[in-house]
């Protein structure tokens, strides 16, 4: 279950709060080729609108939980979508982790997006990034080196950077060709004891 309340009730009814929505950005493929075959031109306006509404440039993400399809053209629309986005940043090199929870639970159909949501938010709560099992062989954008993104495999410490707070994007795609990306920030630099 996710819980979403403004900061300041949070705050003042002393909830833990785990992770903050910065913003959220939609759009549609309009007229498409079929229910299934997304286009990466909507993806990129989804992930634009995030981005302005949170007032954040895709250099400051560095995770991304893709809705990752697992299907070769639903991938390849959307590693084309976030390539076209993330490198157009100044930083150099692999430096954005990338994956999706469909490779540990599935494909959950209508509660795709809010399962990567909660993957997200755990990563940030636990400054960790977290790993993408069962990818052997990455799209071939993704292992050439040119991309921003890597995916990532093991479970690492988010080490924090200056200047912003550890921060993530998170895709849902759906079927013919609706588009979410929302941006999501730690709700605290420090690592929190249980």
């Given amino acids: 279950m996710v819980v979403l309340k403004r900061l300041e009730d949070a705050r003042r009814d002393g909830?833990?709060?785990?992770?903050?929505l910065r913003g959220l950005g939609s759009s549609s493929d309009g007229r498409g080729n079929a229910i299934y075959a997304p286009r990466a031109a909507g993806q990129v306006e989804a992930l634009r609108k995030a981005y302005q509404v949170a007032g954040v440039t895709p250099d400051t993400i560095e995770l991304i939980e893709a809705h990752g399809t697992g299907t070769r053209v639903g991938d390849a629309a959307e590693v084309t979508a976030l390539n076209e986005v993330y490198g157009k940043a100044e930083r150099k090199g692999p430096w954005c982790a990338l994956g999706s929870v469909k490779s540990q639970i599935g494909h959950t159909k209508a509660a795709a997006g809010v399962a990567g949501i909660i993957k997200a938010v755990a990563a940030l709560h636990h400054k960790v990034l977290p790993p993408t099992i069962k990818v052997e062989q990455p799209i071939?954008?993704?292992?050439?080196?040119?991309?921003?993104?890597?995916?990532?495999?093991?479970?690492?410490?988010?080490?924090?950077?200056?200047?912003?707070?550890?921060?993530?994007?998170?895709?849902?795609?759906?079927?013919?060709g609706s588009n979410f990306h929302c941006v999501l920030d730690e709700a605290s630099p420090h690592k929190e004891a249980i």
């Fill in 15 to 20: 909830d833990r709060i785990y992770a903050l």
């Fill in 140 to 176: 071939e954008s993704l292992h050439s080196g040119d991309s921003p993104l890597y995916v990532n495999t093991e479970p690492r410490p988010w080490m924090p950077s200056a200047g912003h707070p550890r921060r993530a994007g998170v895709s849902a795609f759906g079927f013919g």
